[in-house]
């Protein structure tokens, strides 16, 4: 925990923030932006641009953000955790459940 | 946004422009070179271009929309000469709006090289006919802005989106116009692209234009979505649609316009580029960010706004466009591509509000005459392809 990392909290009622700077395991994050500060340590690995969550969300629960939902957790997710496309599903596109986590390529694509 | 004036050019038509331009179209691939060499070298001179030999009225539309731009002086149209779009129509639509226009067709002129220095006579000579253009004081209130995003990551979102989205808020504050386009990107914002709605009527339009675009996306099992946006750190194309939407700002929507369609009165208009059912089912919504750029062009737009979080380096012929990031790293690494940094609002070194400050200064800038960093690299990138939009009491076809 040699570092802080910056999360930026867009809506008040969000339960996921968007990390500004690439965290490792055990650092703390610093809290900007809307709603309330919270004591939070990152949970994985998790890039500049990708979510942490702010609080435990259940699995089939609402992942909020803008203070609208934008997906589904498909796992119970921990504060800290980083929320993707392993523990996160649109209500609508159902091809982003089958992307790889990291590069967001396609998976089932045949190239025959 | 205080309320000052600058020049810009009148056109016979009463609109007004922020740059003289010569623009050369070509209505065919075959006749795609000689378009392109004919406007090398030739200053404030761009091209656009239809590939397709069989001609197509939304192609034919868009590229009579873009030749009476309000930045658009005079038009050449040139064609191969066995080909279905006819360059005559387009000069004689063009020049019904007052500027002047001419055409040719390459088989006639004898093939590459005389074609090349006949189009560079007639560029000269239209040149010279539009020097003579009425200088025009122009003020908020005279522009319309457009505004796209692509190459998007987390940052778009947070900070590119929503400080153009409070531009917009004081553009149209000021009597300005907007655009934004992108609908398939306002999947899963239903409600609340409704809500923002001027009135009853709009906001059936609204859900009208939000339906079919949910059909096609489910159609085509295709979300304006990519790997990069994932790799990026977006998850869901709601994520992602919540970004796209933060551009729009908070003023009412006050209409849905189509590609080619210009805002009836001032104030901020969604753009529907989504195809219409056609027995063909051809035609792709937002196939890339440059097809969106000239939509938004064809409204009439004098400048566009481009967010990119990741960097790209396109730029539009016609109307300037400005590019913005939300990300400061980007904007450091791509710095001659990128002309603002909204990036200082993550970084905690400016407010939302004094970057939107920021940005006005800079469009008005770009609307006085100064470059933009796509125009001084030469980016003139465009894309034009078959697609049915249905918008009838528009011009008919130009099929001869």
Redesign the interface.
């Known amino acids: 925990m040699s570092h802080q990392r910056v999360i930026?909290q867009?809506h008040a009622q969000d339960n996921v923030a968007?990390?500004?700077e690439n965290a490792s395991p055990g650092e703390v994050l610093t809290h900007?932006g809307e709603g309330q500060d919270v004591v939070l340590r990152a949970a994985q690995e998790t890039?500049?641009?990708?979510?942490v969550a702010l609080r435990f969300i259940p699995e089939e629960a609402a992942?909020i953000?803008?203070g609208?939902?934008?997906?589904l957790a498909t796992a119970p997710i921990r504060p800290g955790d980083w929320?993707?496309?392993h523990n996160?599903?649109?209500?609508?596109?159902s091809?982003?459940s089958h992307?790889?986590l990291?590069?967001?390529?396609?998976t089932e694509t045949r190239y025959e | 946004m205080s309320d000052l004036e600058w020049t810009g050019y009148l056109r016979a038509d009463g609109r007004k422009g922020v740059r003289n331009l010569v623009l050369v179209i070509y209505t065919v691939q075959c006749a795609e070179f000689v378009a392109h060499q004919i406007a090398q070298g030739e200053p404030d001179t761009h091209v656009i271009g239809f590939p397709g030999c069989y001609d197509n009225e939304y192609a034919i539309r868009l590229m009579l929309a873009l030749g009476r731009h309000p930045n658009v002086g005079a038009v050449l149209a040139v064609g191969l000469g066995c080909e279905y779009t006819q360059p005559g129509r387009i000069a004689e639509v063009v020049r019904t709006s007052g500027r002047p226009a001419r055409s040719f067709f390459i088989q006639q002129q004898g093939g590459t090289t005389s074609s090349i220095r006949h189009g560079k006579e007639l560029v000269h000579e239209l040149r010279h006919e539009i020097e003579a253009v009425p200088r025009t004081l122009i003020t908020w209130s005279d522009l319309v802005i457009g505004c796209e995003c692509g190459g998007s990551d987390g940052t778009s979102g947070l900070a590119g989106n929503p400080v153009v989205g409070r531009f917009f808020d004081g553009l149209i504050d000021q009597g300005g116009t907007a655009v934004f386009e992108e609908v398939v990107e306002m999947i899963g914002l239903r409600s609340e692209l409704e809500a923002r709605a001027a009135n009853e009527e709009v906001r059936t339009s609204l859900r009208h234009t939000y339906q079919k675009a949910e059909q096609y996306c489910r159609a085509v099992r295709q979300y304006s979505v990519s790997p990069g946006n994932f790799a990026g750190g977006l998850t869901t194309i709601e994520e992602k649609s919540l970004g796209a939407f933060a551009k729009s700002g908070t003023r009412p929507i006050q209409g849905v316009i189509k590609v080619a369609e210009t805002p009836s009165h001032p104030g901020l208009w969604l753009m529907d580029s989504v195809p219409d059912e056609h027995f063909m089912q051809f035609g792709y919504t937002n196939p890339n960010d440059t097809e969106g750029i000239v939509d938004l062009i064809s409204a009439g737009a004098q400048i566009v706004l481009f967010v990119t979080g990741r960097g790209s380096v396109i730029g539009s012929p016609i109307a300037p466009l400005v590019k913005i990031t939300g990300n400061s790293k980007t904007f450091r690494q791509m710095n001659e591509d990128i002309d603002f940094n909204a990036g200082e609002v993550l970084d905690g070194t400016l407010t939302l509000e004094q970057a939107a400050t920021s940005l006005a200064t800079l469009v008005r800038n770009v609307a006085s005459g100064t470059l933009t960093k796509p125009e001084m690299l030469g980016h003139r990138e465009y894309f034009i392809m078959y697609k049915h939009q249905n918008t009838p009491g528009l011009l008919e076809g130009c099929r001869a």
């Open positions: 930026f867009i968007t990390l500004l900007r890039a500049a641009g990708h979510k992942i953000k803008y609208v939902t934008i997906g929320v993707h496309l996160c599903k649109s209500q609508y596109d091809r982003s992307l790889d990291n590069s967001g390529a396609p």
